[in-house]
Nanobody
Framework: EVQLVESGGGLVQPGGSLKLSCAAS????????MSWVRQAPGKGLEWVSS???????????EYEDPVKGRFTISRDNDRNTLYLQMNSLKNEDTAMYYC?????????????RGQGTQVTVSS
């Protein structure tokens, strides 16, 4: 059974930083591309970033424009953990953040999500 458990969210002031983690189990983590998505209050699910499985092509990442240069996605295949380092946070980054399997747009993307971790950016 696929399990994804997000953590690391919290309340932070604008300009601050947070690092989210996603502990994965129930599948061969190193074989699967992974993504972060978020959902702001009253809005739909929004893709944030994807990272490939690394093994074959080295590290490949992609980011949505609003977070480019501020967020960094990474993974530790030995720990079966996905990360999202978020710097220079803005009020508009406030959302529930989820990790999910698959590269954005792939058939696997969004099939499984964890319970999410809340990020609130406010002064």
């Amino acid at each position: 059974e696929v399990q994804l458990v997000e953590s690391g969210g919290g309340l932070v002031q604008p300009g601050g930083s947070l690092k989210l983690s996603c502990a994965a189990s129930g599948f061969i983590f190193s074989d699967v591309a992974m993504s972060w998505v978020r959902q702001a209050p009253g809005k739909g699910l929004e893709w944030v970033s994807s990272i490939n499985s690394i093994e074959e092509h080295g590290i490949i990442t992609e980011y949505e424009d609003p977070v480019k240069g501020r967020f960094t996605i990474s993974r530790d295949n030995d720990r079966n953990t996905l990360y999202l380092q978020m710097n220079s946070l803005k009020n508009e980054d406030t959302a529930m953040y989820y990790c999910t399997q698959g590269w954005r747009g792939s058939s696997l993307f969004g099939r499984y999500r964890g319970q999410g971790t809340q990020v609130t950016v406010s002064s």
